[in-house]
T-cell receptor, first 111, second 114 residues
Framework: AQKVTQAQTEISVVEKEDVTLDCVYETRDTTYYLFWYKQPPSGELVFLIRRNSFDEQNEISGRYSWNFQKSTSSFNFTITASQVVDSAVYFCALRDNDMRFGAGTRLTVKP | KAGVTQTPRYLIKTRGQQVTLSCSPISGHRSVSWYQQTPGQGLQFLFEYFSETQRNKGNFPGRFSGRQFSNSRSEMNVSTLELGDSALYLC?????????????FGQGTRLTVV
């Protein structure tokens, strides 16, 4: 069964702290895609990153970095030096036949 | 470049009525997907259209239907509304289907059924 687990329901940090959001997925397919989206209070899901199952190269983009490990079926997301504007709900998603989202992690960054 | 546009933004309907939601994708995008977001069930996939054909369907009753037009605009219809259909309905567009290209979301239509 296709499944995405975000074990952290809520995380609260103080501005400038680093924070890692965890995502574990399950799929039987060998070809699949993984995503991270951010949902601010306005409601619109903002695309952050997409990775395919053949691309395990991890990446750093500004304050964001991703750690994709097929061996542990994990696709974690890290924000370095968090800012108040990073406060949002973050969703991890898996796409093979259809799209399945995790339950989301609500990140609150306090000044 | 305009983003994904969903109309209306807010809607209040009565139980038993039907509703049609509209989604205009980003220009050039041919794939449109629909999702339902509720506090209890989270984000759930409804269906995906590509070039006017439904490619995938989530686990929702037949009261939920959709279609895509030749200009890639899509509509979603819910008939015989129930209180549990109250949700934020999100539409996403992408250039290709299957997750090959990233999907961009609209701001959603918040439907309240009373």
């Amino acid at each position: 069964a296709q499944k995405v687990t975000q074990a952290q329901t809520e995380i609260s940090v103080v501005e400038k702290e680093d924070v890692t959001l965890d995502c574990v997925y399950e799929t039987r397919d060998t070809t699949y895609y993984l995503f991270w989206y951010k949902q601010p209070p306005s409601g619109e899901l903002v695309f952050l990153i997409r990775r395919n199952s053949f691309d395990e190269q991890n990446e750093i983009s500004g304050r964001y970095s991703w750690n994709f490990q097929k061996s542990t079926s994990s696709f974690n997301f890290t924000i370095t030096a968090s800012q108040v504007v990073d406060s949002a709900v973050y969703f991890c998603a898996l796409r093979d036949n259809d799209m399945r989202f995790g339950a989301g992690t609500r990140l609150t960054v306090k000044p | 470049k305009a983003g994904v546009t969903q109309t209306p933004r807010y809607l209040i309907k009565t139980r038993g009525q039907q509703v049609t939601l509209s989604c205009s994708p980003i220009s050039g995008h041919r794939s449109v997907s629909w999702y339902q977001q509720t506090p209890g069930q989270g984000l759930q996939f409804l269906f995906e259209y590509f070039s006017e054909t439904q490619r995938n369907k989530g686990n929702f009753p037949g009261r939920f239907s959709g279609r895509q037009f030749s200009n890639s605009r899509s509509e979603m219809n819910v008939s015989t509304l129930e209180l549990g259909d109250s949700a934020l309905y999100l539409c996403a567009s992408s250039f290709r289907t299957g997750g090959i290209t990233e999907a961009f979301f609209g701001q959603g239509t918040r439907l309240t059924v009373v």
